[in-house]
């Protein structure tokens, strides 16, 4: 819900699905992350760019990016 609402553009036909959708696929993705934490990583989107950025520089270098 969060991140619909920082959305300030048209919806494309993915961020238009309805809210269960989305609520879905972040259940499955954590559960990838939690069953393949080396593969697969989650970074907190919800502060600033620069935090963000760097974390997800972090989470590439960790699998040998």
């Given amino acids: ?12 036909r993915i961020e238009r699905r309805p809210l269960e959708y989305h609520r879905k696929v972040r259940e499955n993705y954590l559960a990838q992350a939690k069953a393949d934490p080396k593969r697969v990583k989650v970074v907190s ?3 600033d ?16 990016g």
């Fill in 1 to 12: 819900e969060r991140s619909m609402a920082r959305v300030n553009r048209a919806m494309d």
């Fill in 49 to 64: 760019i620069e935090a963000v950025q760097q974390d997800v520089w972090n989470a590439i270098r960790s699998i040998g």
């Fill in 45 to 47: 989107a919800d502060r």
